[in-house]
């Protein structure tokens, strides 16, 4: 017998253009765990005069409310970013590089290859796309800069080349976004040159989410079993909440409680079998920090982020029994941090009554995610002695958008806008 297993277990997702219906093409999103589905309960008989006997029960209304628990990773996750808070803004923010280090001088003849054009290092006078060796190391290096920052070939002027550190090569791409990324780097084996990769890395996007949008997107949402060839597709999703946990360490995941209109028939072949996808590139909990005003909090031993958009449920009559669709209502943005006494920086901001920066934020070589709320309130709070360990106090904040955006979502990665189109 044939069971389903979680590990087989798939989803793909896309942004409706009409609410409540599923585009043709999806994207396959990762996750922990899921419990969306259509519900329909059952309203207990109330008829008098019919014996002790109760009678059939009739059908309530239909529901789909359920929580997907996702990985909290520099590409993806942009996808429930736009569903909590919309479209973001998209521009290009870092430049792809990379080195060829150098143990020693190229042999006559080696080669590096750079955006598919070979080069080749002479020892006599070079022509073409040659470079010249030179009596040592570090004149070698700045012929080969000479001589590649004057080409005229188009995937070699797209670059800028310098000399670092007298044993690196270093190219920058000249224009800022991922479109770099995919310039080739290779070098032969007797040039005695190494690359990390093999193409530039590092060239980003930056993707702002600001909170307070007028209208949110839905989604569908395909909930696949494999093992049994049966597909779910959850559609007029939108997302009401999302919640983020920070500790010392374990996976960083979020938590989208998410308001569906319904649940299609299941199927015996998924809505797209070619669903796009890609790479997850995934925070951990060790890289991320707090910050007021700028300034990283010290002694924070755990904290919570949460935002909602209070959606409204359409409650409508209709013979299908599903609601209409979920209205935003206010926007609003809270969490706590927990810190232990000795940096005073939190209990003096709440003693104060002044409003602060923060931010929580995480950071995997060029790709990041930070939320920043730039006025938050915090309470007094006690300082409560339950034995002889550390002391420490729990902040329960609140965001107010009264001056600006509640909640502003910076993600920075090397992915196109189109991604969470």
């Known amino acids: 017998m044939v069971r389903a297993r979680g590990a087989n277990a798939l989803m793909g997702g896309a942004f409706e253009t009409v609410y409540g219906t599923p585009p043709a093409e999806l994207l396959r999103l990762p996750f922990v765990s899921s419990n969306l589905g259509e519900e329909q309960g059952l309203i207990e008989d109330d008829l008098l005069g019919m014996g002790r006997e109760s009678q059939d029960p009739t059908d309530d209304v239909i529901t789909n409310d359920g929580d997907v628990v996702v990985p909290v990773d520099s590409r993806l996750f942009g996808f429930w970013l736009k569903s909590m808070f919309g479209d973001p803004v998209t521009t290009a ?120 949008a007028a209208s949110l997107p839905s989604m569908s949402l395909e909930v696949g079993l494999s093992d049994l060839a049966k597909y779910y597709m959850n559609f007029g999703c939108c997302s009401n909440t999302m919640k983020i946990a920070l500790s010392r360490s374990g996976l960083l995941n979020a938590t989208m409680s998410l308001i569906c209109q319904g649940e299609l028939a299941a199927t015996a072949t998924p809505a797209d079998a070619s669903e796009a996808t890609a790479s997850v590139f995934r925070f951990a909990q060790a890289t991320g920090s707090i910050r007021k005003d700028g300034t990283e909090l010290a002694d924070i031993v755990s904290a919570n982020l949460a935002a909602s958009n209070n959606l409204d449920k359409v409650e409508v009559i209709r013979r299908d029994m599903r609601i209409a669709g979920a209205d935003p209502a206010k926007f609003m943005a809270s969490g706590d941090v927990t810190a232990r006494f000795g940096d005073q920086t939190l209990y003096d901001a709440a003693t104060a009554r002044t409003p602060i920066d923060l931010s929580y934020g995480w950071v995997r070589d060029a790709h990041s995610l930070i939320f920043d709320m730039p006025r938050v309130f915090l309470p007094r709070t006690k300082r409560p002695i339950t034995g002889p360990a550390g002391l420490q106090a729990t902040f329960n904040w609140q965001a107010s958008g009264q001056l600006a955006h509640a909640m502003t979502a910076t993600l920075i990665n090397d992915q196109a806008a189109s991604l969470y189109a």
């Open 93 to 212: 923010s870092g430049a792809a590089t990379a080195d060829f280090v150098f143990t020693a001088q190229p042999a006559d003849t080696s080669t590096i290859t750079l955006a598919a054009t070979v080069w080749t290092f002479v020892a006599g006078a070079p022509s073409g796309n040659q470079i010249q060796i030179g009596a040592n190391l570090g004149a070698t290096l700045a012929a080969a800069v000479v001589a590649l920052n004057a080409s005229g070939v188009a995937g070699i002027a797209a670059a800028t080349y310098s000399a670092v550190g007298g044993t690196k090569l270093r190219i920058v791409f000249d224009t800022a976004g991922p479109t770099g990324n995919a310039y080739t780097v290779v070098a032969s084996a007797n040039s005695h040159a190494t690359v990390a990769t093999a193409t530039l890395t590092g060239g980003t996007n930056a993707h702002v989410f600001t909170s307070g």
